[in-house]
C-alpha cells in the first residue's frame, strides 16, 4: 500500500484549494483513508476521513463546514476539498489509511502507512 498527497500550494485567507491522496494497493473499497495535518511545531491532527467502503465521513470540529472529503474508488483517489482558508490552516498535509474499526476517532496512531505529505500555506 502506497499513499501519495499533492495538490497543496501558497493561498490567500479566504481561499479554496483541494488536495488528492492518490492510493495504490487493496485499499479502496476495504478500508479507511484520512486527512491529517501537522503545523510547524505541533502535534500531527486528525481532519477528516472517509471509509471508502461504506462511505462513512466524519471531520473534525475545527475543520467542519469548511473541508469536504471525498472518495473515489474508481479513480483510487481521496481528494480533500478546502474552502474559507484561514492563516491557521498551514500545514503540511498527509494522507494515511487504516483498518481500524475506530479509525473514525483520527487518531494518528490508528494510520499506517503515511504518504508524504503537501504543504499549503495561507498567507497574505
Known amino acids: 500500500v502506497q499513499l501519495q498527497a499533492s495538490g497543496g500550494g501558497t493561498v490567500l485567507p479566504g481561499a479554496s484549494l483541494k488536495v488528492t491522496c492518490e492510493v495504490s494497493g487493496d485499499v479502496m473499497g476495504t478500508a479507511a483513508v484520512g486527512w491529517f495535518r501537522q503545523a510547524p511545531g505541533k502535534e500531527r491532527e486528525g481532519i477528516a476521513c472517509?471509509?471508502?467502503?461504506?462511505?462513512?465521513?466524519y471531520y473534525n470540529e475545527s475543520v467542519k463546514g469548511r473541508f469536504t472529503i471525498a472518495s473515489d474508488n474508481d479513480r483510487h483517489a481521496v481528494y480533500l476539498q478546502m474552502s474559507n482558508l484561514e492563516p491557521s490552516d498551514t500545514a503540511v498535509y498527509y494522507c494515511?489509511?487504516?483498518?481500524?474499526?475506530?479509525?473514525?476517532?483520527?487518531?494518528?496512531?490508528?494510520?499506517?502507512?503515511w504518504g508524504q505529505g503537501t504543504q499549503v500555506t495561507v498567507s497574505s
Open positions: 494515511a489509511t487504516s483498518w481500524k474499526g475506530r479509525y473514525y476517532e483520527l487518531e494518528p496512531s490508528f494510520y499506517t502507512p
Open positions: 472517509i471509509h471508502t467502503g461504506d462511505g462513512m465521513i
